[in-house]
């Protein structure tokens, strides 16, 4: 069976499987609330509030080009990321020397806050888009840098081993031994780094953009709109939520799948 076939046949138990997530968020909501029941609507509007204010932004128009440009940027400080953190985790990964050398830049990387990032990017580039995505590629890379190397470093000798010794075609050894076991690893920090890359633009245009929803949530913070502003962070998670559950799990899924049969076969 093919890989689209295989999709398409999974999608009535995936979507009975949707169940559990729709299940939090309506529970999530329910708190939302009940704590603007209990603190009224100057600290936190109710989900109606915000959701009808949210409709308004999207009827008239305005949401959309923030949004598309907050993905824009999203997304390009995240490619960026994936492609620079993969490669270099891959090629660290085969080197033990290279790994044990890429271990302090990697916890310096993670342990300095995005914030400290965003500062050194205003001065470097000032208002333009190269501050938001420059501080997502350098938010993100190192997270992708750790699922490579994890994936790499981790890789069963014997079956390297075993591989060898059958004189397996190289097509064979990549597709059915090396990917299945490493894209096991780079998948869940793609998408770890997915949910940053927003996190970290939506900061970073609050502070030095002029634009995007970060701009957006600026300007509501100054006008006290409480509406506006929850009702920019609910189309941030709503994008998040689509972009997860429509592409990424799917994908999720297939990966797993093929992990077991790589198990199966180890």
């Known amino acids: ?64 080009p923030e949004l598309a440009l907050t993905a824009r ?21 085969l080197s033990l020397t290279a790994s044990m050398m890429s271990r302090p830049i990697v916890t310096v990387l993670l342990g300095t806050p995005p914030i400290a990032w965003l500062v050194l990017a205003m001065l470097w580039f000032g208002a333009s888009d190269g ?13 992708v840098f750790v699922g490579a190397l994890q994936g790499t470093r981790t890789l069963d000798q014997h ?22 076991h490493v894209v096991s690893y780079l998948f869940p920090a793609w998408i770890n780094a997915l949910g940053n890359s927003w996190r970290v633009v939506v900061m970073a245009e609050l502070l030095a953009s002029a634009d995007g929803v970060g701009a957006a949530l600026a300007v509501a913070r100054s006008q006290l709109d409480m509406d506006a502003a929850l009702a920019w962070i609910a189309a941030v998670v709503l994008a998040l939520l689509a972009v997860e559950y429509l592409l990424l799990e799917p994908i999720k899924r297939e990966v797993e799948r093929w992990r077991e049969m790589d198990r199966e076969h180890a």
Do not use: N
């Not at 999530?28 to 959701?51: D, K, N, R, T």
């Not at 940027?73 to 990964?93: E, N, Q, V």
């Not at 990549?174 to 990917?179: A, N």
């Open 131 to 143: 501050t938001p995505v420059f501080t997502v590629f350098i938010a993100c890379t190192p997270v």
């Open 159 to 180: 079956l390297k081993d075993m591989a060898a010794a059958f004189r397996l075609p190289w097509h064979m050894r990549l597709f059915d031994l090396y990917l299945p």
């Open 73 to 93: 940027r999203a997304m390009t400080g995240l490619m960026l990321a994936i492609t620079a953190g993969s490669l270099l985790g891959l090629l660290a990964g």
């Open 1 to 64: 069976m093919s890989l689209l076939q295989r999709w398409f046949a999974g999608i009535p138990a995936y979507l009975w499987s949707g169940w559990g997530a729709l299940a939090s968020l309506l529970l999530l909501i329910a708190v939302w609330e009940a704590i603007s029941l209990a603190y009224g609507p100057l600290v936190l509007p109710e989900p109606v509030a915000a959701f009808r204010k949210l409709f308004v932004l999207i009827d008239s128009g305005a949401a959309w």
